[in-house]
C-alpha cells in the first residue's frame, strides 16, 4: 500500500470515529422525548416528533419500543396510529448511523421495531402526509392498513447509499409484486403517494382482492376508520389473527382463501359497527 492510499485510509478512519462519536453523544441526549403518545378510547396514536423530517436515529427507535410494549399491554387499547406532520411521516433510519461502529446497534433497534408491528394484536395503522423515504416507508407498509395523501412522496433510495432496505425487500413484494418492488429498491427512485395506491391497486386487482391495503385518505376519512376500528375492535382482533394465520399458511392456500378470508373479515368490521360491540 503506497503512502497515498495509507494517508486516505487514515482521514476514513479518523472521519468514521468521529461520526460515531457524534451519533453517540447524540445518543446521550436521553431526556429529549422524540416521540408523542396520545390515547383517546380504544385507538392510540403514535406521533414521530423530530424534527424536521423525524428521522429514526437510536433513541427515537429504543423510544419506540418501549412505547409499543406499553400500548401492546392494555386491553383497552385495540388500534395505534402512527403519524409524523405535514412535511413528514419520517425519511428515515439516521444515515449517520449507517457507520462500522454503530450499523448493529441501529438495526437491532430497527428491527425490534419492525418485528414488535408485525407481531402485534391491535390493528396497526400508518397515517402518512409528506417525506416517507427508506425505514420510514418500511415502518409504514408493514403495518395493517396505511393511508397516504396524494402528495406524499414514498421512496426507497438505500440504493443509492450503497446499501439496501431489508424490510422493504420482503415486505414490497406483496404490496406491488415483485418487478415493481425491484425496480423501486433497485433505482431508488420516488414516487406520489398516488402512484403508490395505484401500484397496490394493481397488485389486488391481479391476485382478486376485495380492497387494497394502501389507500387514499384525507385526514376525516382517517377519523371515520379509526372510529369503526376501535368500535369493532373484538372484530378487529379475530380479522388480524385471520390474515396473520393466512400469511403463515400461504404456500399452502389456495388461491380463494385470500378473498375468502377478506370477505369474512368485511362481515365481521359491518357487524361489529351496526351491533356497536366492544
Known sequence: MGY?????????????????AEV???N??????????NIR??????????????????????ELSTRL?????????????????????????????????????????????????????????????GTCLGGGAELAAVCDLVYTARDATWGFPEIKLGCYP???????????GQKRASELILTG??????????????RAARLDLADASVELASATQVEDILATCSTGKRAALIVIDSIQTMHTETVESSPG???????SAQALLRHAKHSGSS
Open 4 to 20: 497515498g492510499q495509507l494517508y486516505g485510509l487514515r482521514r476514513w478512519q479518523e472521519s468514521t470515529r468521529n461520526r460515531a
Open 24 to 26: 453517540r453523544h447524540e
Open 28 to 37: 446521550m441526549i436521553a431526556d429529549v422525548k422524540r416521540i408523542e403518545v
Open 41 to 62: 378510547g380504544a385507538v392510540g396514536r403514535i406521533r414521530l416528533a423530530n424534527p424536521p423530517l423525524n428521522v429514526l436515529d437510536i433513541p427515537l427507535m429504543r
Open 69 to 129: 410494549a406499553e400500548l401492546e399491554a392494555r386491553a383497552d387499547i385495540s388500534v395505534i396510529v402512527f403519524e409524523g406532520d405535514a412535511r413528514a411521516f419520517s425519511a428515515g433510519v439516521d444515515i449517520k448511523a449507517h457507520v462500522p461502529e454503530l450499523v448493529h446497534e441501529m438495526l437491532g433497534a430497527f428491527h425490534a421495531v419492525i418485528r414488535a408491528i408485525v407481531a402485534s394484536r391491535k390493528v396497526t395503522i400508518a397515517a402518512v402526509r
Open 166 to 176: 431489508p424490510v422493504a425487500a420482503v415486505a414490497l413484494p406483496a404490496l406491488v
Open 189 to 202: 427512485r420516488s414516487i406520489s403517494g398516488e402512484e403508490a395506491v395505484a401500484q397496490v391497486r394493481l
Open 257 to 263: 382463501t385470500v378473498t375468502q378470508v377478506r370477505a
